[in-house]
């Protein structure tokens, strides 16, 4: 599946934030907070209202599906214009190549702090063993 098009829709096709926030479950806040970090840029009507192409679209649906992946907005930044270079097959496989780099390096971080808080675990362990042993000394 492509991360940034979405073949049913007309390429022209434009959304209002309203639209887009509840399409994908999201506030206009975090649309906007998106906006202001540059990773999406919508026009703008002659009222002054934001216009979201189908591009913003596929930018935010990229977005959302990795943030809770522990993905940085420089991280997301880079896949966006990995494919914004490349807007093909070959684009989209460098994608998912960064992709599998940065969930290795984050895999890699997690199973880290696991082993160091298996460490921190068993060392209150030992020591709410050994406070009991104290505690039935006294008595």
Not at 29 to 48: A, D, H, M, V
Not at 95 to 111: D, N, P
Request: charged content about 35%.
């Amino acid at each position: 599946m492509d991360l940034i098009k979405d073949a049913s829709l007309p390429s022209e096709q434009t959304f209002a934030i309203g639209e887009l926030s509840e399409e994908l479950g999201i506030t206009t806040r975090t649309i906007r907070f998106y906006e202001e970090r540059g990773l999406i840029s919508p026009t703008r009507s002659e009222g002054n209202q934001r216009i979201y192409s189908r591009k913003d679209r596929g930018r935010l649906k990229l977005i959302l599906r990795h943030r809770d992946g522990g993905f940085t907005l420089d991280e997301l930044r880079e896949l966006l214009d990995i494919y914004e270079v490349s807007p093909n097959a070959d684009g989209q496989r460098k994608q998912f190549q960064r992709i599998q780099e940065i969930l290795r390096k984050r895999m890699t971080e997690v199973e880290e702090r696991i082993h160091t808080l298996s460490d921190l675990k068993n060392r209150m362990q030992e020591r709410m063993t050994w406070a009991e042993r104290e505690i039935l000394k006294i008595d």
